[in-house]
């Protein structure tokens, strides 16, 4: 879906550029024109520029029918994560819950294909060294994340690593609310993600093709998303601090 839109976007930036050179030619050419009495040659850039307007008017056409198909698809697929039941996640990411499906760049996966997700962060350390007289200085230390994305492991040989960005535009000040709001996009993709890998090892557990040390580790990774989300209660104030100390050792006793 967002990739459609980005598309869809470029292309109506395409489309504004050559409908000002088509706007800005005519003047052009009527300017040739009369430059053309005195230097006759000049003629000779006025017949370019006719040409040129030509493949630009082809051009916009063009452009134009693409908007149209891309608007087109969009409204499909606007109607197939509907009728399906597909819910936004972050950006290029839904899941339906009707169909146990994921949505990643639009390409479905069922839950049974998510595999494993890894949050990767790329950073570097900018130094700024200020003279507050000319004789003391002190240095200023920046961080920036540079890359921002989970790896999203599937069961597909052609494509078995997706990775979803989670960063847009340059780099990004790990001390702004930019980064912040990276880093909740983050913990709602990741929830998702480990509860949907959470489940499949839970299928497989039923299905007795689990080994017990394999067995311990799943039940331990289970616990430890269970915990996250009850922490994420108590942050929000939903649980108190005694409710969420008794049911994070509920579920600590259970691995053991």
Same mark, same amino acid.
């Given at each position: 879906?967002?990739?459609?839109?980005?598309?869809?976007?470029?292309? /109506?930036? =395409? !489309?504004? +550029?050559?409908?000002?050179? $088509?706007?800005?030619?005519?003047? %052009? @050419?009527?300017?040739? #024109?009369?430059?053309?009495?005195?230097?006759?040659?000049?003629?000779?850039?006025?017949?370019?520029?006719?040409?040129?307007?030509?493949?630009?008017?082809?051009?916009?056409?063009?452009?134009?029918?693409?908007?149209?198909?891309?608007?087109?698809?969009?409204?499909?697929?606007?109607?197939?994560?509907?009728?399906?039941?597909?819910?936004?996640?972050?950006?290029?990411?839904?899941?339906?819950? /009707?169909? =146990? !499906?994921? +949505?990643?760049?639009?390409? $479905?996966?069922?839950?049974?294909? %998510? @595999?494993?997700?890894? #949050?990767?962060?790329?950073?570097?350390?900018?130094?700024?060294?200020?003279?507050?007289?000319?004789?003391?200085?002190?240095?200023?230390?920046?961080?920036?994340?540079?890359?921002?994305?989970?790896?999203?492991?599937?069961?597909?040989?052609?494509?078995?690593?997706?990775?979803?960005?989670?960063?847009?535009?340059?780099?990004?000040?790990?001390?702004?609310?930019?980064?912040?709001?990276?880093?909740?996009?983050?913990?709602?993709?990741?929830?998702?993600?480990?509860?949907?890998?959470?489940?499949?090892?839970?299928?497989?557990?039923?299905?007795?093709?689990?080994?017990?040390?394999?067995?311990?580790?799943?039940?331990?990774?289970?616990?430890?998303?269970?915990?996250?989300?009850?922490?994420?209660?108590?942050?929000?104030?939903?649980?108190?601090?005694?409710?969420?100390?008794?049911?994070?050792?509920?579920?600590?006793?259970?691995?053991?």
């Amino acid at each position: 879906m967002d990739n459609i839109v980005l598309q869809i976007k470029t292309e /109506k930036q =395409k !489309k504004l +550029m050559f409908i000002i050179l $088509e706007i800005l030619l005519p003047i %052009i @050419v009527i300017l040739l #024109l009369l430059l053309a009495l005195i230097i006759p040659i000049l003629l000779l850039f006025d017949v370019a520029l006719i040409v040129l307007q030509v493949y630009i008017a082809k051009k916009i056409n063009k452009i134009k029918h693409k908007i149209i198909n891309l608007e087109q698809e969009k409204k499909d697929l606007e109607l197939y994560l509907y009728e399906n039941g597909y819910e936004e996640v972050v950006k290029n990411f839904y899941v339906s819950h /009707k169909n =146990k !499906k994921v +949505m990643l760049f639009n390409t $479905e996966y069922g839950f049974s294909q %998510i @595999v494993n997700c890894e #949050l990767k962060e790329n950073t570097n350390v900018t130094q700024n060294t200020i003279a507050t007289s000319k004789i003391t200085a002190f240095t200023t230390q920046n961080q920036y994340c540079t890359e921002y994305y989970i790896n999203i492991t599937v069961d597909d040989f052609k494509n078995p690593n997706i990775k979803l960005n989670l960063k847009e535009y340059g780099r990004v000040s790990k001390n702004g609310g930019t980064y912040k709001s990276m880093m909740s996009n983050a913990d709602k993709a990741m929830s998702v993600l480990k509860l949907i890998i959470s489940k499949n090892n839970e299928k497989y557990i039923e299905n007795g093709t689990i080994t017990k040390v394999e067995h311990r580790y799943i039940t331990e990774e289970s616990a430890s998303v269970q915990i996250e989300r009850l922490s994420q209660l108590y942050k929000d104030g939903v649980l108190s601090e005694y409710e969420f100390e008794t049911k994070k050792k509920e579920l600590l006793d259970k691995v053991k």
